[in-house]
């Protein structure tokens, strides 16, 4: 699973947030449609594969569960719209970005209060009373959700997005391919989600910023790229746990693109971001924020 419901303080963690967290409670969460508990794996710091949740070895989703739902929805998303299934999806399509304050950490052992249990539970089906409720499509705290929605349902592009910063209002327009074209190095005066695919080299690091190569920009007759994209993340005040969010996530896309490169798969590492273009060097853009960047493994079908 990619992401599960913190049983504290009742949000949507998406695995890779717990590369940030300095502990993680394994007991803390549980499945976002039904409930059901869950633990976090692959999440330390040292691994280089990416987070996910799973399931107990004795246990299962209950009746009604969304989840094995949804993996058919995105199948089925590869192929064809599947509008109507994405508006009462909450998770799989969202609709606005929503950047809130860092999550407050919340002592397991002390009694849930109001504040803590506010956000009620977004299911298709009430486990208990087996009544239907409605649901919409929820807001994301990070661009990943959204990033993700944009690769595996390629004919409902033209869905609402609402994203702060970037006028677009759909999925087709809000996001912009860098290098698409063959246009060589371009400026750009709008704000978009730009993306492309991650170079083979290894990000550079130092103190006050991570230097990601892309595999777009200007590219020579015979084919060689001469200049290329750079995403500049400038973390000089970050934690070392948001470094550790970005580096770490950056590190096992590289990988698993040139894995999946090497066994002729369809599939390729992206980045996505949100980003000012550097004023004095165009191949540059600056990331200020770690919920405005991430990583992706996925198939890029292009729907004219």
């Known amino acids: 699973m990619e992401s599960a419901r913190d049983k504290y303080t009742r949000e949507i963690v998406e695995a890779e947030e717990l590369w940030q967290l300095p502990t993680v409670d394994r007991k803390g969460y549980e499945c976002g449609s039904c409930g059901v508990d869950v633990y976090p794996a692959s999440y330390l710091k040292t691994n280089l594969k990416r987070p996910y949740f799973s399931l107990y070895g004795d246990t299962d989703h209950l009746n009604g569960c969304d989840v094995e739902g949804d993996k058919k929805t995105v199948a089925r998303g590869k192929k064809g719209s599947v509008r109507d299934e994405l508006e009462t ?13 860092e999550r407050v950490a919340v002592d397991p052992t002390l009694p849930r209060t109001s504040a803590q249990t506010s956000s009620a539970r977004t299911a298709r089906r009430d486990i208990d009373s087996e009544t239907v409720r409605p649901v919409g499509r929820r807001a994301a705290n990070t661009i990943r959700p959204i990033c993700r929605a944009f690769l595996n349902f390629p004919f409902d592009r033209n869905m609402s997005l609402d994203v702060p910063g970037v006028d677009d209002k759909t999925y087709w327009t809000a996001f912009k391919k860098l290098g698409a074209g063959n246009k060589g190095i371009e400026t750009f005066e709008r704000p978009k989600i730009f993306y492309a695919e991650l170079a083979w080299a290894k990000a550079q690091e130092d103190d006050g910023s991570l230097t990601i190569p892309l595999s777009a920009g200007e590219w020579s007759t015979d084919r060689k790229l001469v200049r290329h994209y750079k995403v500049r993340v400038s973390w000089a005040k970050w934690s070392k746990y948001k470094r550790t969010v970005v580096r770490n ?7 698993e693109g040139i894995k999946a490169k090497k ?3 369809k599939d390729r590492a992206y980045i996505f971001f949100i980003g000012d273009q550097d004023e004095d060097d165009p191949t540059i853009f600056n990331v200020s924020d770690h919920r405005l960047i991430c990583g992706l493994l996925g198939a890029l079908i292009i729907v004219s």
């Open 89 to 101: 999806s909450p998770g799989l399509s969202p609709s606005r970005l929503t950047l809130r304050d």
């Open 263 to 265: 066994k002729n798969l």
């Open 249 to 255: 996530e950056m590190e096992v896309v590289r990988e």
